[in-house]
Nanobody, 126 residues
Framework: QLQLVESGGGLMQPGSSVKLSCAASGRSIASYSMAWFRRTPGKDHEIVAVISWYNGRTYYAGAAKGRFTISRDDAKKAVYLQMNRLKPEDTAKYYC???????????????????WGPGTQVTVSS
């Protein structure tokens, strides 16, 4: 069983930066693609970024491109999301998710991810 726990959220000023962390336990994540999603009340999970287990390639949704960076440290069983130049519209609960099916494609739909953390709230407001 894989457990994921996010941390690092909070109340942020517009224009500031924050780094979210996702700590995995229970098994190695080295052969899993990992993703960050976010969700606001009344909406589905929205993909933010994906990092492939296969070649380390990354994918970013439009809102994240140029501002966010996803990274991973398989030895520490951790995934990170560096978020820069935060905007009020980035306010959401952020979730870490694992695709354990070994796909080499970077999947972008929540139904394609098997394990999820409980999420960490990021609120961007002055």
């Amino acid at each position: 069983q894989l457990q994921l726990v996010e941390s690092g959220g909070g109340l942020m000023q517009p224009g500031s930066s924050v780094k979210l962390s996702c700590a995995a336990s229970g098994r190695s994540i080295a052969s899993y693609s990992m993703a960050w999603f976010r969700r606001t009340p009344g909406k589905d999970h929205e993909i933010v970024a994906v990092i492939s287990w296969y070649n380390g390639r990354t994918y970013y949704a439009g809102a994240a491109k140029g501002r966010f960076t996803i990274s991973r440290d398989d030895a520490k069983k951790a995934v990170y999301l560096q978020m820069n130049r935060l905007k009020p519209e980035d306010t959401a609960k952020y979730y870490c998710a694992a695709d354990i099916r070994g796909s080499v494609d970077m999947r972008k739909r929540e139904s394609e991810y098997d394990y999820w953390g409980p999420g960490t709230q990021v609120t961007v407001s002055s």
